[in-house]
């Protein structure tokens, strides 16, 4: 599985932005996928998960609200829309995919596959 995030970007506190991920590889209607970030020397952190059908997804106490994942298995595409940006909100996202498990983990360590990241900056 090959993953590619796009979208970051510098917007004010407040703002919004798109991310999006593209797979290719395996069919990606068959696995989980999820975004994560990490802050400059901080752990990296669960942001938002989704099942392989888009029926079940989940989300970090500090993003629900104001976040929103989606997929288009028609697209093999994944999508995490950010409303209400705050500066705290500023890391490198990375999409990952889980192609093992079931449902929506919340553990870096249950996704096998990740994208090389992309850059979201929040002004204050």
Same mark, same amino acid.
């Given at each position: 599985v090959q993953l590619q995030a796009?979208?970051?970007?510098?917007?004010?506190?407040?703002?919004?932005? #798109?991310?999006?991920?593209?797979?290719?590889? #395996? %069919?990606?209607?068959?696995?989980?996928?999820?975004?994560? #970030?990490?802050?400059?020397?901080?752990? #990296?952190?669960?942001?938002?998960?989704?099942?392989?059908?888009?029926?079940? %997804?989940?989300?970090?106490?500090?993003?629900?609200?104001r976040f929103t994942i989606s997929r288009d298995n028609a697209k093999n595409t994944m999508?995490?829309?950010m409303n209400s940006l705050k500066p705290e909100d500023t890391a490198v996202y990375y999409c990952a995919a889980d192609t093992y498990g079931v449902g929506v983990p919340d553990s870096k360590y249950d996704y096998d596959y990740w994208g090389q990241g992309t850059q979201v900056t929040v002004s204050s």
């Open positions: 796009s979208g970051g970007g510098l917007v004010q506190a407040g703002g919004s932005l #798109r991310l999006s991920c593209a797979a290719s590889g #395996r %069919t990606f209607s068959n696995y989980a996928v999820g975004w994560f #970030r990490q802050a400059p020397g901080k752990e #990296r952190e669960f942001v938002a998960g989704i099942s392989w059908n888009g029926d079940s %997804t989940g989300y970090a106490s500090a993003v629900k609200g999508y995490l829309q």
